[in-house]
T-cell receptor, first 111, second 113 residues
């Protein structure tokens, strides 16, 4: 069964600092997704990673995928308060409809 | 607004009542998904449609739950004889077949008293 694990689950960081969120998954998958969720809101798509070695950047966020290690990272550079949210990774299983989400990383950026 | 929409946004009901939620996907998308999200957890897959056909159902979807997409456009999710454990956010998402980036609606928050 496909399992997706994120760590840390909670992250409190100071503005201006860098940090990395990790997403491990248990079975082979070619596609990985990162989403952001603000409290009480729905999920916003951030990145779609489609192949081994894929790297995508948007503003202060950069995501990468290593399919051999079954690992994706979401790197935060020089954090700002507006990045405070919960970040989810999601992995496609063998059937392309079978999307499994991690438990999420709740990020708080403090001034 | 051309995104995914869901109605109602909030629903409070008493245990044992039936509730129905509606999802309108992005119009060009032929796939539609239902998820359930409880506090502090990621979304859990419930079911999905390609056009009007329901192609997959999770074990989480008990026989009290039924979903339809009669014309391949909007979808409804009905929960019969609601239980307190059904309290959650119900999310709908849509995508193109073969390119599974899913776009989520705002969700319907269900509270069962």
């Amino acid at each position: 069964e496909l399992k997706v694990e994120q760590n840390p689950l909670f992250l409190s960081m100071q503005e201006g600092k860098n940090y990395t969120i990790y997403c491990n998954y248990s079975t082979t998958s070619d596609r990985l997704y990162w989403y952001r969720q603000d409290p009480g809101k729905s999920l916003e798509s951030l990145f779609v990673l489609l192949s081994n070695g894929a790297v995508k950047q948007e503003g202060r966020l950069m995501a990468s995928l290593d399919t051999k290690a079954r690992l994706s990272t979401l790197h935060i550079t020089a954090a700002v308060h507006d990045l405070s949210a919960t970040y989810f990774c999601a992995v496609e299983g063998p059937l392309d409809n079978d999307m499994r989400f991690g438990a999420g990383t709740r990020l708080t950026v403090k001034p | 607004d051309t995104g995914v929409s869901q109605n109602p946004r909030h629903k409070i009901t008493k245990r044992g009542q039936n509730v129905t939620f509606r999802c309108d996907p992005i119009s060009e998308h032929n796939r539609l998904y239902w998820y359930r999200q409880t506090l502090g957890q990621g979304p859990e897959f419930l079911t999905y449609f390609q056009n009007e056909a329901q192609l997959e159902k999770s074990r989480l979807l008990s026989d009290r739950f039924s979903a339809e997409r009669p014309k391949g456009s909007f979808s409804t999710l009905e929960i019969q004889r609601t239980e307190q454990g059904d309290s959650a956010m119900y999310l709908c998402a849509s995508s193109f077949a073969g390119y599974n980036e899913q776009f989520f609606g705002p969700g319907t928050r269900l509270t069962v008293l």
